[in-house]
């Protein structure tokens, strides 16, 4: 196996505290606050809607506990990437690589960087998306995008002087949401309980479920954005090369941090129901259903205190993203597949400066362009076929690699990954039934890495 760890100069900075921080800062962003309107309105019952956050978190688990072990026998920079190389060859890791570079990371980091943009308007009504700087329409700059753009540029400024700074953001912005998460779940549990809401949620809760192939349909296709909203669980993978006792710590992270945000996220739909009639959770004011919730139960001042609450969480999540996403390019520039200078080090703080530079510029211009939503749309598949690869790659290890040291084996194997791979595979089928303007898109720009792959390839041959 080609070492990844010529990568000596990375620091050894992140403890299992930090490292499952950055598991559930990753994921918790803006979506557990937002997309229960979309998926209450395709499923169109209370019990379907919690089965599919059931699925998400079932799905979710079984692919950390599955990547824990590929994590503690590969701990290098790049995690997810360099699976992919080892197991398919270094065209699969490659294609992951550039489809995160140009969409998935980069993508995101945008997209909730105008969503931190967007709630603080609610403090500061000039920040706005019709406000322009500069220019109107598709050409221009306004006061949102230039908030979004400067958050991206001061969280990447913040993680060029080190892991331990990057870390230290994490975990205090990390427990900040937690603690938010917490408090929006016990309020609406103990305070917020709406008797009106109960008896139309829980009188009839699986209606219009018939538990044949249409259910399984409504369900498949509407986990869309509750997966993303669990997603970017695998980024602490990418830091593993600043892990310390990497091989221990991965995988409990990985088991630690998904198991506390998707029990997280199951008790705020049971919020939700518990607070707002369906028919308020499939209407909510641009769909900011947690926000409906608490203005319910607190009143007018519950639109300040969710503002405050979803600004902590993006703030978090991008810095997550930011910190780990800049790895995957700098293993990348070691296998001489990504820009050279990405896979130098700064002799100071031991960062990988340029690839989180050029990051950070690839971000800003998606966040100009206002194409991010769009990308973040069409890559959804790309993505799910990226984890079920990943995944069948444990199964191909395993018997090319045999002797290779697994100091933590997959739990369930082979029943549990195998389940994945059909249930996730299942999702994809039906995504490109019935969302092929969500498929076809994304297909492209993975396709589209093939012949920048072979141009890298003969530079590094030259």
């Known amino acids: 196996m080609k070492n990844s760890d010529a990568e000596t100069g990375l620091v050894k900075g992140l403890g299992l505290v930090d490292s499952t921080t950055l598991v559930m800062g990753s994921m918790i962003g803006s979506g557990v606050f937002i997309v229960a309107a979309d998926i209450s309105r395709q499923v169109e019952s209370p019990g379907l809607m919690i089965m599919t956050w059931l699925v998400t978190a079932a799905l979710t688990l079984i692919a950390a506990l599955s990547y824990g072990e590929l994590a503690a026998a590969m701990p290098h920079a790049g995690g997810q990437y360099v699976y992919l190389r080892e197991a398919f060859g270094p065209m699969w890791g490659f294609l992951y690589g550039w489809t995160l570079f140009m969409v998935i990371q980069t993508g995101t980091i945008a997209a909730v960087a105008v969503g931190f943009a967007k709630y603080t308007g609610v403090f500061f009504p000039w920040i706005s998306a019709q406000n322009y700087l500069i ?266 690699q045999p002797n290779l040291d697994r100091p933590y084996k997959a739990f369930g194997y082979p029943v549990l990954p195998a389940a994945y791979m059909l249930a996730a595979g299942l999702i994809e089928i039906l995504l490109l039934l019935y969302k092929p303007n969500y498929t076809w898109p994304g297909l492209i720009i993975v396709v589209l890495g093939l012949p920048v792959y072979f141009i890298w390839r003969r530079k590094s041959t030259v």
């Open 135 to 400: 220019g109107s329409g598709k050409v221009g700059l306004t006061t949102q995008q230039l908030l979004a753009i400067v958050m991206i540029a001061f969280l990447t400024w913040s993680n060029t002087r080190g892991i331990r700074t990057g870390a230290n953001v994490q975990n205090v912005f990390t427990f900040a949401k937690v603690a938010a998460l917490l408090g929006l779940v016990a309020i609406g549990f103990f305070v917020g309980r709406n008797v009106e809401a109960v008896a139309s949620n829980f009188t009839g809760f699986w209606r219009n479920s018939g538990w044949n192939f249409e259910t399984v349909r409504l369900v498949g296709v509407a986990m869309v954005g509750a997966l993303f909203s669990a997603d970017a669980w695998n980024n602490v993978t990418f830091t593993a090369g600043e892990v310390r006792n990497p091989r221990r710590n991965l995988p409990i992270s990985l088991a630690l941090g998904v198991v506390i945000v998707c029990a997280l996220y199951i008790a705020a739909q049971f919020v939700y129901l518990n607070v707002l009639t369906f028919s308020e959770i499939q209407h909510a004011d641009q769909d900011r259903v947690a926000t409906a919730a608490a203005l319910k139960m607190l009143g007018p001042v519950a639109v300040q205190l969710m503002a405050a609450a979803i600004m902590i969480s993006t703030f978090g999540c991008v810095n997550g993203l930011v910190l780990s996403g800049a790895r995957v390019y700098y293993a990348m520039a070691k296998d001489q597949l990504f820009f050279r200078r990405a896979g130098v080090l700064d002799p100071v703080h031991h960062a990988p400066v340029f690839s989180l530079g050029v990051q950070c510029v690839w971000a800003v211009l998606l966040t100009l362009t206002g194409s991010y939503n769009d990308l973040l749309d069409y890559v959804i598949f790309a993505v799910l076929l990226f984890y079920i690869l990943t995944i069948a790659g444990l199964f191909v290890l395993r018997r090319t």
